[in-house]
């Protein structure tokens, strides 16, 4: 997300990889991120400022498209079969925004992969779902602040609640664990806090439990 990194690391995590390892992948931040986001700070390569005003929020610019090449290589070399595209709540859901987005899935090369949106902020559920329908997206959210609105499978984002410095419950794993069989094919749940190994081994031995 932060920088693509080069296409070798990607083999080399390929070749570490265990039988049956999978891996999945956020967008870089080129596409979704505009450049005054805070995690800009993290990016490593040096862009002139002619082309950072470019990036971000699915612009259909030679920038934005570029940098998904950039993911998309990325991620074939690595193996993916999804890739989720995180928009901060500073992308909005203007008009323009909406054509952007529309102009960005309708354009790009979508090979074998699943893409995954994960909406934040003033988002209404219905622009979601007509949205992630229309441009055949799965609809990515925290299944402890909100139901997904469409999606082929499920993919879930546990950030933590109120914040990434959180620990999540027995409690609340055995609940996570009881939506997730209730769901019809595939479930993907990423652990985004503090605590994820740990959170995702518990849930682990909760799932393989029952």
Not at 112 to 124: H, L, P
Not at 141 to 159: C, N
Request: hydrophobic share 35%.
């Amino acid at each position: 997300f932060y920088d693509i990194p080069k296409i070798e690391l990607a083999k080399k995590w390929r070749a570490e990889a265990p039988c049956g390892f999978e891996f999945t992948m956020k967008a870089w931040q080129l596409i979704t991120h505009r450049a005054n986001s805070p995690t800009y700070r993290r990016l490593k390569r040096k862009l002139p400022e002619s082309a950072l005003k470019n990036c971000g929020f699915f612009n259909p610019t030679d920038e934005v498209f570029s940098a998904w090449d950039e993911t998309r290589e990325f991620a074939k070399a690595l193996g993916v079969k999804i890739i989720v595209f995180q928009s901060p709540a500073s992308f909005k859901p203007t008009s323009e925004n909406k054509k952007n987005l529309e102009k960005f899935f309708n354009s790009i090369e979508r090979d074998e992969f699943i893409f995954a949106w994960e909406a934040r902020g003033e988002w209404k559920r219905d622009e979601i779902r007509e949205l992630s329908e229309h441009l055949n997206l799965i609809d990515c959210v925290d299944p402890f602040k909100r139901r997904e609105e469409w999606g082929t499978i499920t993919y879930w984002r546990l950030h933590g609640k109120g914040g990434y410095r959180y620990k999540y419950s027995d409690e609340e794993l055995e609940k996570l664990f009881y939506w997730a069989s209730k769901k019809q094919g595939e479930v993907y749940i990423m652990f985004n806090n503090t605590e994820m190994k740990n959170d995702a081994e518990r849930f682990k031995r909760i799932a393989e439990s029952n």
